[in-house]
């Protein structure tokens, strides 16, 4: 449950108060100490995730991304000291540790055979073994991806990467991964970080992070947090995604990788180049060793692209004679996307006890889109195969937008004894920016057209008179010119004290903190639509269609003509006067800013008794909530404000049991919220006539009480099998809604905006499997299976008016909710070949609600496979060349209306192939 408080400002102080009393309380033991690394043999590399324990007092650690491990505050005394890495036998050493001194005792994985070593850091069964051993150690429910297995699936983006992992599915643009969704619950319940800082959303109402921004050539791996435990934001109700960045500290030597790939589209029959060089190496400064580490990387990937659409965008009427279409559009899409990264990491150590970083990544996505249309609105709706008479325009959109993201983070930690101080201060920027652009330049037909039919109702095939492709037949009639910019900026300052003690026998640690964020978003647009040409002096010649038509483009979804000159579109505006034509209401009323200060503090504790280890505490988070924007009542403007305080309280429990070294089980219960969306709450209203559409301020935030019980047992190299269920109840759901006819609003005939439902509910189950066959004979046992499925199921209760029946509501699934979606991939590898093949599956999913009143309006995706393929074949030890498969099934994209028989979007994307080089250097 969730916890409401009313303002108090001393109830922060007094919990860090009580908390930090907490801490020295404890009984106090001598200031001994055990430190140490590890790595593997022969490569050196570290090995992260580890765990490493003192048997005899039931205390233990887990291996940092530098495979070191600090053990403090053990009393004087013989230990038996064990390393836990999953692949090889248990490690045990006998130490001995005395009162004020640091014992040094560093590990290293000595495989039976340099096979064995390689399945375990590098390769198909490497990349996994890592990311498992983060799972088994951590005290909450993760996944995780290491760098090393993003390269072994053709994936673009992060989107893409994490969309393999079990409990995980992507949204995408065009074919391309873009919003990552967590255990049924879309994009914009989930929060992301990058080296656990605060993402901004460069997108302009969102608070959702569009993942295909950063490539994934840049990243060390990737970290899911499907449980939150009280140290981290609160802020999601599906998981929390982590992005980390590259450190020097993660090698153990130089380390250099150069890429070089070529990509070919068959649909566009374009090709694209891409390049990165990521490189890292540790010095000595001063009386230390190998004490400071940079790391770096560049990345630059322009690939070009398109698809083919055929849309009606819910344009059916349904009526007793069956569906009659009434609208439907030819969309062909040319597109050229360029990603560029930077990443720059410095790390320092002074001394044992103290670690400093500064890390930094920026990362620039242009997007340049030509969109060119054929739209088709019959005067009175047909039904498939008959003939009738329609509206036929001829539409182009050029636009170019970039978007771009920054994040800074200057921190360390500081150690003294059982005491561990860490602290940071974080910058992070996201922006979007359209320049000026043709928005959308509208070329309508002369006189209807008559004769215009179609045949199939999920894929409509339009048939037309031969004048449909004659420019002669169509006149320049709008031309709409935007831009648009978007700016999110976070400031944070986070600090943590953490004390480790004993309680009797048992091992205890204790945590309390407090963070700050500050941020900002503000949207600007502007509007000019130039119209009525004959009026300003446009001869008959100016306004022919023929003056701009250009050659069409290759479109394999119907006949679609000509297309449209867009340099030839912008020149005919130029001479005109802008200010004429611009367009105050559309300008105006999407402008906004809004302010979020968020003000948190926590304590936790955790405790060891036996084979279990509980872990419990509570957040509480204070939330200051400003914004400004603009209210049309249809004669005159006026700027708006609205502004809110509130607050939460939320706790968790976390439970790790272990049957055995390798076999545990799980179970959690924890608190989130997500605050509305920025679109959502801006204080906007427009009237227009008997229609209103406004934001709502007054939206609470919503909130989720979860619970988790799960079940992981591991099995050797890169094996495991786990299963999991997943209850999430969310109070205060938000929807959008009409309020005409309600008190307040009954003058109007339509008056949406947003609200706040009752509650919602997902139940859930996650599988997951994987095994490197190596108890098969050579050369079998190269083979490695693995899978994973989650099936969830939703409900969420919408409230509307009715004019005749009043107060109404209707129950849907979560949107972007998929009740199943999974993944099965088939490997293999030797230590000079690599392969594999993977499917990825997503059932259909509400994608929207078209009217919350009647379920025939609501938009569904149709459930998707897709298929990739990569293969890979290493030169010598540090070149390898590979061929990759994007897409091999040619999957399309398929939004319906209620009935999968008919169409709201169908897209198809063509295959993409790969060829590369990559040369590296351990």
Not at 375 to 394: L, P, T
């Amino acid at each position: 449950m969730t916890l409401h408080t009313k303002k108090k400002p001393s109830f922060k102080r007094n919990l860090l108060i009580g908390a930090i009393s907490a801490l020295a309380a404890g009984e106090t033991w001598a200031d001994g100490q055990i430190r140490g690394q590890l790595t593997a043999q022969l490569s050196g590399l570290p090995l992260q995730g580890s765990r490493v324990k003192i048997e005899e007092l039931n205390v233990s650690a887990v291996t940092a991304r530098d495979g070191r491990f600090v053990l403090s505050g053990i009393a004087a005394g013989d230990y038996t000291l064990s390393v836990s890495y999953l692949g090889v036998e248990t490690l045990n050493r006998q130490v001995s540790v005395r009162d004020n001194e640091t014992l040094i005792s560093n590990f290293q994985i000595a495989p039976t055979t340099p096979n064995t070593e390689y399945l375990i850091v590098l390769g198909q069964a490497g990349s996994l073994n890592k990311a498992l051993n983060r799972q088994r150690s951590a005290d909450n429910v993760v996944s995780a991806v290491a760098a090393d297995a993003i390269g072994q699936l053709p994936d673009t983006n992060v989107s893409e990467a994490l969309q393999r992992l079990p409990g995980l599915s992507i949204e995408r643009d065009q074919g391309e991964g873009r919003y990552v969704r967590v255990r049924g619950l879309g994009p914009d319940y989930n929060a992301v970080t990058i080296n656990g800082v605060s993402l901004p959303s460069p997108d302009s109402g969102r608070r959702a992070v569009a993942l295909d921004v950063i490539p994934s050539d840049l990243l060390e791996g990737l970290v899911v947090s499907k449980t939150l435990t009280p140290d981290m934001d609160a802020n999601a109700l599906g998981g929390s995604i982590d992005i980390q960045s590259l450190s020097a500290f993660d090698r153990d030597d130089m380390f250099y990788s150069f890429t070089a790939e070529g990509s070919y589209n068959d649909l566009t029959e374009e090709s694209s180049p891409k390049l990165a060089l990521t490189a890292s190496d540790k010095f000595s400064i001063g009386s230390g060793e190998d004490n400071f580490g940079i790391a770096g990387g560049i990345s630059w990937y322009d690939r070009s692209f398109g698809s083919d659409n055929i849309e009606t965008g819910g344009g059916w009427d349904f009526d007793d004679d069956g569906a009659l279409l009434e609208e439907v559009e030819q969309r062909d899409y040319t597109i050229s996307r360029e990603r560029s990264g930077l990443t720059l990491n410095l790390d320092y150590k002074p001394s044992e006890n103290t670690d400093l970083y500064w890390r930094n990544l920026f990362s620039k996505y242009t997007d340049a889109e030509v969109r060119l249309a054929n739209i088709f609105e019959y005067e009175d709706g047909v039904m498939a195969g008959e003939e009738g008479v329609a509206e036929i325009e001829r539409e182009l959109k050029d636009r170019t937008e970039t978007q771009e993201i920054f994040s800074t983070s200057l921190g360390g930690t500081t150690r003294a004894g059982n005491w561990t101080l860490d602290y940071r201060a974080a910058l992070s920027e996201s922006g979007e920016d359209e320049p000026e652009h043709v928005s959308g330049a509208v070329f309508a037909g002369s006189d209807a057209f008559a004769g215009v039919s179609f045949t199939d109702t999920v894929q409509p095939w339009m048939y037309t008179p031969a004048n449909f492709v004659d420019p002669a037949a169509y006149e320049l009639d709008e031309v709409e010119w935007a831009s648009s910019q978007t700016n999110d900026e976070e400031r944070s300052f986070q600090f943590d004290i953490t004390r480790d003690m004993f309680v009797g026998n048992n091992a205890v640690q204790l945590k309390v903190g407090g963070k700050y964020r500050q941020r900002e978003k503000d949207n600007d647009v502007s509007v000019w639509v130039f119209g009525d040409f004959d009026e300003h002096g446009f001869s008959d010649e100016q306004r022919s269609f023929s003056a701009y038509s250009a050659n069409g483009p290759d479109y394999t979804l119907g006949t679609f003509g000509p297309g449209i000159n867009a340099n030839a579109v912008a020149g005919a505006i130029a001479p005109l006067d802008k200010n004429e034509f611009y367009e105050e209401e559309d300008s105006r009323i999407e402008d906004f800013t809004v302010q979020e200060d968020v003000a948190a503090a926590y304590a936790m504790g955790r405790i060891d008794i036996g084979n279990l280890r509980v872990l419990g505490g509570v957040r509480y988070e204070d939330t200051d909530f400003n914004a400004a924007g603009t209210k049309y009542d249809g004669d005159e403007f006026s700027d708006t404000s609205a502004s809110k305080q509130y607050d939460h309280i939320l706790p968790s429990l976390h439970a790790r049991y272990s049957l055995g070294e390798n076999t545990q089980m799980r179970a959690s219960w924890s608190n989130a919220l997500v605050r509305p969306n920025f679109e959502q709450v801006a204080p906007f209203f427009v009237i227009d006539d008997e229609e209103a559409e406004f934001g709502n301020p007054d939206l609470e935030a919503m909130e989720s009480s979860n619970l988790d019980v799960g079940f992981e047992h591991y099995m050797g190299i890169a094996g495991v099998f786990s299963a999991f269920a997943y209850y999430k109840e969310i109070d205060n759901f938000i929807y959008q809604t009409d309020l005409a006819g309600t008190p307040g609003f009954t003058e109007y005939d339509e008056a949406v905006t947003f609200a706040n439902g009752d509650e919602a509910e997902i139940l859930g189950a996650e599988l997951a499997l994987s095994k490197q066959l190596d108890f098969l004979p050579a050369p079998f046992n190269g083979l490695l299976i693995s899978a994973n499925a989650t099936f969830s199921d939703s409900e969420a209760t919408l409230d509307y008016y009715d004019e005749d029946d009043g107060a109404m509501s209707r129950t849907i699934v979560m949107p972007s909710q998929s009740d199943t979606t999974g993944n099965l991939s088939v490997g293999y590898e030797s230590s000079s070949f690599s392969v594999r093949l993977a499917a990825n599956y997503k059932s259909e999913y509400l994608l929207e609600v078209g009217d919350v009143s009647d379920s025939e309006e609501d938009v569904y995706v149709d459930a998707q496979t897709q298929l990739d393929l990569s293969a890979r074949y290493y030169i010598t030890d540090g070149v390898q060349v590979y061929l990759e498969a994007m897409n091999l099934t040619d999957e399309p994209y398929y939004a319906y209306l209620n009935d999968r028989s008919y169409n709201a979007q169908y897209e198809s994307y063509g295959m993409t192939f790969k060829m590369g080089v990559t040369v590296t250097n351990f």
